[in-house]
């Protein structure tokens, strides 16, 4: 089955509702969101009355809350502890963060490992898997690292440095992977033998951890390290490998996400979600006005 969906808002008056009825305007049968700006860490309360409107309606739109993803916010580094106060803030938050998603019912949180910022990748290793350890204890929650391009000194660009945090995690059943192949591209994982890819993560990683697919193309050349997305068919990953990731047979069942740059200021994930469904790559796409 083909769950498909993109990155929505999510804002005060609304909430969860509103964010269900963005993605449905795109035909979308899944989404992701952050609880809050991605770029800060303010957050305001849930509201309990329009979470169960949303899960009512998502029920009559037979969308699943279990396949409705949360990303956490993207400033708080759990690879750097040189600062003791900011560490423990980012151990403090994310465990905000997963009662949030506790509380409106989101089995996976979608979170960057973090940049080690000099400390190297192995003690920032170490820092990650004694953060997830903590935050983890009593959560509902799932935790899924994302596969990173290793932009500066991001942690996690190799699937061998997720297979090493994973295997500190205490609590197996909530930790996982969220595979990203904008990221795999610009990281040095070639697209174009994707089978071999998928082939190679099962083996260091194991597809049992893998429960979420960010589907990005990439303006930069395979080994990049720079993280730009692009929109579906317009990079260098190109819109075959991307469906060949989409409707690949090992993937069935897992979410699939679209993060692609607005166009013209307007998001263009109605277009790309029916470039998907009908596998045909539309060369208007930039053309959105």
Excluded: W
């Amino acid at each position: 089955m083909l769950i498909i969906g993109s990155h929505v808002s999510f804002n005060k008056e609304n909430q969860l509702l509103g964010s269900l009825d963005e993605a449905l305007s795109y035909g979308a049968n899944t989404f992701m969101f952050y609880t809050g700006a991605p770029q800060n860490t303010k957050r305001y309360e849930i509201d309990d009355n329009i979470t169960k409107k949303a899960l009512l309606k998502m029920k009559e739109n037979n969308i699943e809350i279990n396949n409705i993803i949360v990303h956490a916010p993207y400033i708080v580094n759990l690879a750097n502890n040189k600062e003791e106060e900011k560490y423990n803030f980012s151990i403090n938050f994310l465990k905000q963060e997963v009662k949030r998603c506790d509380s409106i019912g989101i089995k996976y949180m979608v979170l960057h490992p973090g940049s080690h910022v000099g400390l190297g990748v192995d003690i920032a290793i170490k820092n990650i898997v004694n953060g997830l350890n903590i935050i983890l204890k009593d959560s509902e929650t799932m935790i899924l690292l994302e596969t990173m391009a290793g932009k500066g000194t991001e942690v996690g660009s190799s699937f061998q440095e997720i297979k090493s945090i994973i295997d500190g995690v205490e609590n197996k059943e909530k930790i996982g992977v969220c595979l990203d192949t904008c990221h795999i591209n610009d990281a040095g994982y070639d697209l174009n033998k994707f089978d071999d890819v998928i082939n190679e993560f099962d083996k260091i990683i194991g597809l049992n951890y893998l429960k979420c697919i960010h589907v990005n193309d990439s303006k930069n050349e395979r080994g990049s390290h720079k993280d730009r997305h692009e929109n579906i068919g317009y990079g260098t990953i190109g819109f075959n490998n991307l469906l060949n990731v989409i409707y690949h047979e090992q993937l069935d069942g897992i979410p699939k996400i679209l993060e692609t740059p607005y166009i013209n200021d307007k998001a263009p994930y109605k277009e790309e979600i029916e470039m998907i469904k009908i596998r045909k790559f539309n060369d208007n796409l930039k053309k959105m006005n």
